[in-house]
């Protein structure tokens, strides 16, 4: 057996609009299975990025995302992705989320060094935006 890919990632969420705001209205993310959940189908929205999944379950329960985060690579149309950054730290300010201070800065990733953004979700979470 070997591990090839990743299927879907799932995160709790304390609110699906909110969430679904952010991640499908401020990132881009493709919904899917909105109708499934409505019709207690499915226990999760799915947004996708990239032909992953992931699965923004709802909860009642207190939600601790302490040092997680998640990444997603947004792929850039620029050669200088460091404005590309600088202009996405402004989109999601204006959008009402806190981003950290000093974005973007540059990271290392799968894919090497690259300008990110570290915005929280609505429930706090860290999300890394990473420009490739």
Not at 44 to 67: K, M, S
Request: with cysteine; aromatic share 6%; glycine share 8%.
């Amino acid at each position: 057996m070997e591990t090839v890919d990743i299927d879907h990632v799932a995160l709790r969420v304390t609110d699906i609009d909110d969430a679904l705001s952010f991640y499908a209205d401020t990132l881009g993310m493709e919904v899917r299975d909105r109708d499934r959940f409505e019709d207690g189908e499915v226990p999760f929205v799915a947004v996708v990025a990239g032909g992953r999944h992931v699965h923004l379950v709802p909860t009642d329960d207190e939600i601790d995302v302490g040092g997680e985060h998640v990444c997603f690579l947004l792929r850039s149309s620029e050669t200088d992705t460091r404005d590309e950054g600088e202009e996405l730290v402004e989109t999601l300010e204006d959008a009402g989320y806190e981003v950290e201070e000093d974005e973007p800065h540059e990271r290392y990733g799968a894919y090497g060094r690259d300008p990110a953004v570290y915005v929280r979700d609505p429930d706090g979470r860290r999300v890394e935006l990473k420009l490739h």
